[in-house]
């Protein structure tokens, strides 16, 4: 239940981890996603004591590169570093190393080194034309410190990149490009409301013109109503 309401309700996510932390805490995977529940609430203190008991329980290292952003989170960027060039690290799969450098990257920022953030999105995984699920995103990231450091020409070319390989749309870059191409959207939900208030101003001068033309149709009404009685009253005089 957690994993199912997590994207779309996390605050429903997490009542439901706590539940199940409750009934089952010696239980790794519910301490993961009891974890994961805190962490989508930005409860970051709360999500690193969860991962770090998941981690104790099991041994492994999946876990490493979300419990260095919950450093971050927690405003402790330098810790983040620490733990990027962890021994950890190295027994990471490939994706979980993508994403240790994704965290590292956020540090730096967070830090306001923006030139060794960029340095370190610069990779293998990064120049590679093959398409892998963590692509799209480590692009986007790429772009984003780009443009951040004022690299607009080169951020465009990276954004673009990044919408080539965001298949499940995981990014906004198309919203990115758009942006820096100086390109308007209109919101078609707008455009609806306009066209209904348009429509109802038309039905009321619609109802306005039909209520004048009742209105002249019962003045005509009353005017012959009135003419015949007066012509009926001058024939009896003339009777008499």
């Given at each position: 239940?957690?994993?199912?309401?997590?994207?779309?309700?996390?605050?429903?996510?997490?009542?439901?981890?706590?539940?199940?932390?409750?009934l089952a805490s010696r239980v790794a995977a519910v301490r993961e996603?009891?974890?994961?529940?805190?962490?989508?609430?930005?409860?970051?203190?709360?999500?690193?004591?969860?991962?770090?008991?998941?981690?104790?329980?099991?041994?492994?290292?999946?876990?490493?590169?979300?419990?260095?952003?919950?450093?971050?989170?927690?405003?402790?960027?330098?810790?983040?570093?620490?733990?990027?060039?962890?021994?950890?690290?190295?027994?990471?799969?490939?994706?979980?190393?993508?994403?240790?450098?994704?965290?590292?990257?956020?540090?730096?920022?967070?830090?306001?080194?923006?030139?060794?953030?960029?340095?370190?999105?610069?990779?293998?995984?990064?120049?590679?034309?093959?398409?892998?699920?963590?692509?799209?995103?480590?692009?986007?990231?790429?772009?984003?410190?780009?443009?951040?450091?004022?690299?607009?020409?080169?951020?465009?070319?990276?954004?673009?990149?990044?919408?080539?390989?965001?298949?499940?749309?995981?990014?906004?870059?198309?919203?990115?490009?758009?942006?820096?191409?100086?390109?308007?959207?209109?919101?078609?939900?707008?455009?609806?409301?306009?066209?209904?208030?348009?429509?109802?101003?038309?039905?009321?001068?619609?109802?306005?013109?039909?209520?004048?033309?009742?209105?002249?149709?019962?003045?005509?009404?009353?005017?012959?109503?009135?003419?015949?009685?007066?012509?009926?009253?001058?024939?009896?005089?003339?009777?008499?």
């Open positions: 239940m957690v994993a199912r309401l997590i994207d779309e309700d996390p605050e429903g996510a997490y009542a439901y981890s706590k539940i199940a932390l409750r996603a009891g974890g994961f529940a805190a962490y989508a609430t930005q409860k970051y203190s709360e999500a690193l004591a969860e991962f770090r008991a998941a981690r104790r329980m099991t041994g492994g290292v999946e876990l490493w590169p979300v419990m260095a952003d919950c450093e971050r989170g927690l405003g402790r960027p330098e810790k983040a570093l620490d733990m990027a060039g962890a021994p950890e690290v190295n027994k990471l799969d490939k994706a979980g190393q993508v994403e240790m450098r994704l965290v590292a990257a956020g540090a730096r920022r967070d830090m306001g080194q923006l030139d060794a953030a960029i340095v370190t999105l610069q990779s293998p995984e990064l120049a590679a034309g093959s398409v892998q699920p963590w692509t799209a995103r480590l692009r986007y990231a790429y772009a984003d410190a780009l443009l951040a450091a004022g690299r607009e020409g080169e951020a465009r070319e990276w954004f673009a990149k990044a919408l080539e390989a965001d298949r499940d749309g995981s990014t906004d870059a198309s919203d990115r490009l758009a942006e820096l191409d100086g390109v308007d959207f209109v919101d078609a939900l707008d455009e609806n409301e306009n066209e209904t208030e348009n429509d109802s101003e038309v039905e009321v001068a619609n109802g306005s013109e039909e209520a004048v033309v009742e209105k002249a149709a019962e003045a005509d009404a009353v005017e012959d109503t009135v003419g015949d009685t007066a012509e009926r009253r001058a024939a009896d005089r003339d009777e008499d």
